[in-house]
């Protein structure tokens, strides 16, 4: 059933929880505690999905870390940068790939520079920048 509500928000963030309810089968209060589990386990976000270079953010990029050592203090310091959207630890050629947000080239000149590579730990990174989003969807969830 659950899987059935998240399919239903994916479609539409602001379907009402009555909508949700006459197509799951479901009381609109039920569908309400269902959702709020959802989100308070961390198994559900509910947000506006934007592009970010239409909103003004000249650049973003995919970086790609290799790091020595752990790789869990690395990856928490990265995640607790501002421009920092995206952190997964990966098996491959880097050790984590980081989704980062930047106004500008100098803005991603210095926090790569500056601040990501600063962190003790990081031994290299790749930058891939991103010139066009051509597909953003987040309807895998439910399949």
Do not use: N
């Given at each position: 059933?659950?899987?059935?509500?998240?399919e239903?928000?994916?479609?539409?963030?602001?379907r009402?929880?009555?909508?949700?309810?006459?197509?799951?089968?479901?009381?609109e209060?039920?569908?309400r505690?269902r959702?709020q589990?959802?989100?308070?386990?961390?198994?559900?976000?509910?947000?506006?999905?934007t592009?970010?270079?239409?909103?003004?953010?000249?650049?973003q990029?995919?970086?790609?870390i290799?790091?020595?050592?752990?790789?869990?203090?690395?990856a928490d310091?990265?995640?607790?940068?501002e421009?920092?959207d995206?952190?997964?630890v990966?098996?491959?050629?880097?050790?984590?790939?980081?989704e980062?947000?930047?106004?500008?080239?100098?803005?991603?000149?210095e926090?790569?520079s500056g601040?990501?590579?600063?962190?003790?730990?990081?031994a290299?990174?790749?930058t891939?920048?991103?010139?066009r989003?051509?597909?953003?969807?987040?309807s895998?969830?439910?399949r």
């Amino acid at each position: 059933m659950s899987k059935a509500i998240i399919e239903q928000l994916q479609q539409d963030g602001r379907r009402s929880y009555a909508a949700i309810g006459k197509v799951v089968g479901l009381s609109e209060a039920a569908v309400r505690q269902r959702v709020q589990r959802l989100i308070e386990s961390g198994v559900m976000q509910v947000v506006a999905v934007t592009d970010p270079l239409e909103l003004g953010f000249a650049r973003q990029a995919m970086v790609g870390i290799r790091v020595s050592g752990a790789l869990e203090p690395v990856a928490d310091q990265i995640a607790e940068l501002e421009e920092v959207d995206y952190v997964v630890v990966t098996a491959g050629s880097y050790d984590l790939l980081v989704e980062v947000v930047c106004e500008s080239d100098e803005h991603l000149l210095e926090l790569i520079s500056g601040r990501i590579r600063a962190i003790e730990g990081v031994a290299g990174t790749e930058t891939f920048m991103y010139l066009r989003l051509r597909k953003q969807t987040y309807s895998w969830g439910v399949r």
